[in-house]
């Protein structure tokens, strides 16, 4: 397994926010992450890089447990995280913002640079110049992927990747991480929108209320409208 | 115009410093959001180290090695801090981060004179820069064209370093967003540590090139530190290019302003500044901050009056104090009205900090307000006691209402700077005022009337004004004034969406601790029968802070106790040691990092779990609070 969640709970102060949360993520695989507005979906991913500090539960890594570890040693471990309010360095301009992520090569995981990069979202590299602060929210988006990718993760966690953009920015994003996945990074992606997770997505969890509530293959959560109708806005 | 001209040109030779220690100040608060209180010390260290590195080692290579050596030396003294106190208050609120700085400065006062002695050193003139040059009958030293030109030098390594390395660009993005910088992979604690060493390194090589210009001295901290918040609200927090204007802008005000006014020279500076906050808040090159963090008084424990029970013993506690005048003899008597004073004072800041979330850096100016008050109504209108009692503290107020009109419209670091630079403006005109004020003389021969001139007397009349004051204002902290303004201090936003006027009511509140502060200072004025600047000294606004600190920031009535505990131990510390400033700041350091809930808060939290654990009571309703956050 790429990465392993076990028993993981969250607090912020003293509210209890994630209960016993586990996933699984297979080598080269993209997992959704479903759930609505203030299921847990964020919190899960700020956990599991350390970005939540009241946590208690394990979190392997290519074998190896990190969940003790400060965030920015499991980033540069290979674990990518792509953040849902994008947060991009507005004052920065393009490569600038692309240099912040750079991390070394790493033996065994896809290796990015800035021209593989502009190759992936071409709207970018027409812009290398601009700052961040006067792109659109489409161009935020890709430019925090790509900032990720620059440090050569072999797993990406892209927390609702196609919040608020248009349909055909959207249709750009399916292309991007399609191409992420053949280049052969793993990806979790947490989503709301069940359409676009069926099209990237080979699993799926749900998240309710802090807790998973299923986990199984597109195919098997197909085969229950039940579990999808109680746990998911359509 | 010669003349003019020269003068001009030495208001460039002094922005050079100003501008590297500024610079050096803003590049750390960009990044690490801590406004270095430190700062002026670190400057003075290293014109202490220089100073004797360029007397030990003579030659050209002895003086300018010396130099850049001091500047390296003091910079990894000041590694050694971020490292040790820095990073365990990075997520404090930013009045600990301030008043931790704070006591290392008072730490260092004491250190170089333990090292240096207290005379003034004069250093080395600079080999190759020891004439002048002549300009149409005008002398200009040769060391102030070296220094005009290594300004601008200065700017430009800077604008490279943070344009073309890594590291530059790194440091700009943390200083936008310094979690993503970490979810990048960045390791943040290195980052800062860097951060806090180049600005260390630009105000110790601000201080190491002073020596040929000034005297090196114990008190050039405080004296530039002043300076270097005014230069860096004028430019904006943060910005380099900022920094690099407003030093040339204050050093040619300072310039200047000594030939066309002589006599508001000091004040000049602060007026500008007063105007610049006006327009443009940020400063002339700063960007607007996102809301502050959490403020000093939001606290999760909800606040509520006492109980019957508690009041009863608050009395019986009252009764008792009163009851001193039958055991003990006149200096103890003395001693507790003046504690019972500064009780009045803590109060008022704690009124200001904890309910209104407003930390002021300059409240002794109220303190002290009153007290001249006091003072140039006994003394020159020759008015009876009480009425000088009742009008005195109305120069606090007067002050409070013009200021706090000012400082209310900033809030977090910038409100504590703005307050800082209006206590000094206030120092100051006591200072050169000297025809009315006395200036360094001070006033004296304020005695009490016969009524009250008795120790005993004295003190029940202290005790008595003391507990009317903490009763008054706790009455406010639960009226629905004090609603409003606590709704202001925990959400400025959602108290402004349901229709409360934020900043009139912020003000009020500032007007309040003003006046009550006046009448603190009114009471002292009467117990020392004199008045000085110093009543109104940073020194005393930051006794102020601690005493609230020592307390505790989260609770209602804290102050009370941290006013008791601190002026008692303050007292019987300047009797024990000739190096009060060392053990008092190593004090405030450690209540900062090892103590942040102060005596009460720490009390209170001992309580509260004990209450929790065996009535069991469910969290619930505060845990929906925070997660609304």
């Not at chain 1, 800035?114 to 601009?130: I, S, T, V």
């Not at chain 1, 935020?140 to 990720?148: F, P």
């Not at chain 2, 229709?499 to 500032?510: D, E, H, L, P």
């Amino acid at each position: 397994m790429k990465l392993t969640v076990k028993d993981l709970n969250s607090f912020y102060g003293p509210a209890h926010i994630l209960f016993d949360i586990a996933l699984e993520v297979g080598e080269g695989e993209v997992v959704a992450l479903l759930g609505r507005n203030g299921a847990g979906k964020s919190t899960t991913f700020r956990s599991i890089v350390g970005l939540v500090e009241n946590r208690s539960g394990r979190v392997m890594f290519e074998g190896r447990d990190v969940s003790e570890l400060p965030t920015h040693a499991i980033v540069r471990g290979g674990l990518g995280y792509v953040p849902e309010e994008r947060r991009i360095f507005t004052d920065l301009t393009v490569e600038e913002n692309l240099e912040v992520g750079r991390q070394p090569k790493r033996p065994g995981a896809p290796q990015w640079d800035r021209d593989k990069l502009f190759k992936l979202f071409p709207n970018l590299g027409e812009m290398r110049g601009r700052p961040g602060g006067r792109m659109s929210g489409g161009e935020q988006q890709m430019l925090t992927i790509a900032r990720t990718l620059m440090g050569n993760p072999s797993l990406v966690l892209l927390d609702e990747p196609s919040e608020g953009l248009s349909p055909k920015i959207v249709e750009q994003m399916v292309d991007a991480i399609l191409a992420m996945k053949k280049e052969g990074v793993s990806i979790v992606v947490s989503e709301q929108n069940l359409h676009f997770a069926r099209l990237i997505s080979d699993r799926a969890y749900i998240i309710e209320r802090g807790r998973i509530c299923f986990g199984g293959t597109m195919a098997e959560l197909d085969a229950r409208p039940d579990i999808r109708d109680a746990h998911l806005s359509l | 115009m010669a003349f003019y001209i020269v003068q001009f040109l030495t208001g460039l030779a002094s922005a050079a410093s100003l501008f590297l220690v500024a610079s050096g100040l803003s590049i750390i608060f960009g990044v690490t959001r801590i406004v270095n209180f430190a700062h002026g010390a670190f400057y003075m260290l290293g014109a202490y180290v220089a100073f004797t590195l360029t007397e030990r080692f003579s030659g050209a290579f002895g003086f300018w090695g010396g130099i850049v050596v001091a500047a390296l030396a003091v910079a990894a003294i000041g590694v050694l801090v971020e490292m040790v106190l820095l990073r365990r208050i990075y997520h404090s609120p930013e009045l600990f981060q301030l008043l931790a700085t704070f006591g290392l400065t008072l730490m260092v006062e004491d250190l170089v004179v333990l090292i240096w002695g207290p005379d003034d050193l004069v250093g080395r003139r600079a080999p190759g820069f020891k004439g002048a040059i002549d300009f149409f009958g005008q002398n200009i030293p040769s060391y102030d064209l070296f220094l005009i030109v290594l300004g601008p030098v200065v700017l430009g390594v800077l604008w490279l370093l943070f344009q073309r390395t890594r590291w530059g660009v790194l440091v700009r993005a943390a200083t936008q967003d310094r979690d993503m910088v970490a979810a990048l992979g960045v390791n943040q604690k290195w980052l800062f540590t860097s951060v806090f060493a180049l600005g260390v390194f630009l105000a110790a090589l601000g201080g190491a090139l002073q020596i040929p210009r000034d005297a090196v001295n114990h008190a050039m901290d405080l004296r530039v530190i002043v300076e270097v918040f005014v230069v860096v609200v004028i430019g904006g927090l943060g910005s380099i290019i900022g920094a690099f204007v407003a030093a040339v802008l204050v050093s040619e005000l300072n310039a200047f302003g000594i030939l066309i006014f002589p006599k508001i020279s000091i004040i000049l500076v602060f007026l500008v500044m007063a105007v610049v906050l006006i327009v443009r808040p940020w400063g002339l090159f700063g960007k607007p901050e996102a809301p502050a963090r959490r403020t000093p008084g939001l606290t999760v424990n909800p606040w509520r009056p006492l109980t019957m029970n508690e009041r009863l013993a608050a009395i019986a506690v009252l009764v008792v104090a009163a009851a001193l005048p039958f055991v003990a003899g006149n200096y103890v008597l003395t001693v507790g009205s003046e504690i019972a004073i500064f009780v009045i004072f803590a109060v008022s800041l704690h009124f200001l900090m904890s309910v209104g979330g407003l930390a002021s850096f300059g409240h002794a100016a109220y303190f002290g307000l009153g007290a001249y008050g006091v003072a140039l109504l006994a003394k020159m209108a020759g008015l009876p006691m009480i009425a000088c009692l009742l009008l005195g503290p109305l120069l606090g107020l007067l002050g409070a209402a013009v200021f706090g009109f000012f400082a209310v419209q900033l809030s977090g670091v910038y409100f504590a700077m703005l307050t800082l630079a209006f206590a000094q403006i206030v120092w100051s005109i006591a200072f050169q005022w000297v025809s009315v004020t006395g200036g360094d003389n001070g006033i004296l021969g304020v005695w009490p009337e016969k009524w009250a001139a008795s120790p005993s007397h004295f003190y029940w009349l202290s005790l008595g004004i003391a507990a009317l004051a903490v009763v008054i204002l706790r009455i406010i902290v639960f009226s629905p004034f004090g609603f409003a303004l606590r709704a202001t201090r925990d959400s400025p936003l959602r108290s402004e969406a349901v229709g409360i006027n934020g900043k009139r009511i912020q003000w009020t509140a500032f007007v309040i601790a003003g006046t009550v502060a006046g009448l603190a200072g009114a009471l002292f004025a009467y117990l020392k029968g004199s008045v000085f600047p110093d009543n109104m000294g940073i020194s005393l606004s930051v006794d102020a802070l601690v005493m609230v600190l020592l307390g505790g920031v989260e609770t209602v009535s804290g102050a009370v106790v941290g006013a008791i505990v601190y002026k008692a131990l303050n007292i019987w510390l300047v009797s024990q040691t000739d190096w009060s400033k060392l053990v008092l700041g190593g004090f405030v350091v450690l209540i900062v990092v090892a103590f942040p809930k102060g005596i009460v808060g720490t009390l209170e939290a001992f309580l509260h779990r004990r209450r929790k654990s065996s009535s069991a009571a469910s969290p619930v309703l505060t845990s929906r609070i925070e997660t609304a956050e």
